[in-house]
């Protein structure tokens, strides 16, 4: 990692080291951020107003907690450096220096020094990118021993209430999943807290950065439901990924993490960590494009549809759960067969008196179904009439009646016409 304006560098790290002992601190304000406790002191009420509205009050406290960093922030005009100057860097580089025990830090919009709990920071006095990159870098390891990581990802909670978790390097497309949500929240398209709680996987709103505002609180954890490696394609397709692949995605993820720290104990917990994610989900490669059309593949849906004579266009994939309403009793445990508008044979079991289970391929998707095509209900049963069956299904359609032979044949299944 490098920076490319050199003469900037220098000059943060010049201005960093100035002597702030006779500086007078008049505000201050504690919160905890991810669950580390820390303390600003600053001269800027601008800030202070900023992170109070812009983290929940669950986060802020008073002066009854023991912080974990005490920070002090200086704003870059104090050495009369404008922001356009003081950001004039293309590279998105965080530069690390260690010196005298201490690290040292400068990226883009911000320069720091850490020694021990003491910290030094000079950034921009608001709630932006120079105070984001600034926090990623100071507590990034810190959450690694509370089993959190700062995540690169774009992170979607679906339908189901569960957190959809996309990750790739830039440009891969995980900003363009938050444009495609399609009504569901997003906690972030950048950064997002990845949390492991007792053998659960859970994600977090980053409140670290990113184009897109998180659109449920800071404070509220989702369930992951899975994780997605994006890779743009002409072609829409779903890859479940090896554990060593999945953990060289994940690892690859983290942010702010520095390999090259001499820090061992964090590495070994930052292995271990990513070891024990991968361990209890899944992880897919996903290929789309710019298109919503790729939940089709990743989310289960439950979708409600009337069969008393009205209709409607559900959109389902292999074991989604569809709730229907009709005007005449279905039977638990039964496998009912509808015939699409292709004529093609479609069955589901009834799992309890209102729910059918898909159990096929995708011919049901954005086809009409109504009452009228419920075409007889199957029992699990073993019979000398299969073969009555067998012709049964035939009928509504021959090409695809050798599939239809051999998925009945090994079931043993009756068919009854209502």
Request: with cysteine; net charge neutral; charged share 20%.
């Amino acid at each position: 990692m490098s920076l490319e304006n050199l003469e900037l560098l220098s000059l943060k790290k010049n201005i960093i080291h100035s002597n702030t002992e006779n500086f007078t601190f008049s505000k201050s304000i504690q919160f905890s951020y991810h669950g580390i406790d820390l303390v600003l002191k600053t001269n800027s009420d601008n800030l202070i107003n900023c992170i109070k509205d812009f983290f929940p009050l669950s986060w802020l406290f008073h002066d009854n907690a023991k912080p974990q960093y005490e920070i002090i922030h200086i704003d870059p005009s104090h050495f009369h450096i404008d922001q356009a100057d003081f950001e004039n860097e293309e590279s998105q580089d965080c530069h690390i220096d260690y010196e005298n025990n201490c690290e040292l830090a400068v990226q883009r919009d911000f320069v720091a020094l850490k020694s021990n709990h003491q910290v030094k920071a000079i950034f921009n006095s608001n709630v932006d990118d120079g105070f984001f990159n600034f926090f990623r870098w100071l507590i990034c390891r810190d959450l690694i021993f509370s089993d959190k990581a700062i995540l690169h990802s774009s992170c979607i909670m679906g339908h189901n209430n569960k957190a959809y978790v996309f990750l790739g390097p830039s440009g891969a497309g995980k900003t363009t999943t938050c444009v495609n949500a399609e009504g569901r929240k997003v906690l972030g398209d950048d950064m997002n807290i990845l949390i492991l709680k007792k053998d659960k996987i859970y994600m977090q709103a980053g409140s670290i950065g990113g184009r897109f505002e998180s659109q449920i609180p800071f404070d509220q954890l989702v369930e992951v439901q899975g994780f997605f490696w994006l890779n743009q394609s002409k072609e829409l397709k779903l890859e479940a990924l090896s554990v060593s692949r999945s953990l060289q995605c994940l690892i690859a993820s983290l942010a702010n993490v520095f390999w090259n720290d001499k820090n061992s104990a964090f590495n070994q917990k930052a292995l271990e960590f990513c070891q024990k994610i991968v361990s209890n989900i899944s992880f897919y490669k996903l290929s789309l494009q710019n298109s919503p059309m790729f939940w089709s593949l990743i989310e289960p849906k439950t979708i409600s549809m009337n069969l008393n004579g009205n209709s409607m266009y559900p959109s389902l994939i292999d074991a989604q759960q569809v709730h229907i309403k009709t005007d005449y009793k279905l039977e638990k445990g039964g496998v009912y067969s509808y015939r699409d508008s292709l004529n093609k044979i479609v069955a589901h079991r009834l799992i309890d008196e209102s729910t059918l289970i898909f159990k096929g391929d995708n011919s049901l998707c954005f086809e009409q179904i109504s009452k009228d095509q419920i075409i007889g209900r199957v029992q699990t049963e073993k019979s000398t009439r299969i073969e009555n069956v067998i012709a049964t299904l035939s009928s509504y359609n021959s090409k695809n009646s050798s599939r239809i032979v051999r998925v009945l044949s090994r079931l043993l299944i009756r068919i009854f016409s209502y």
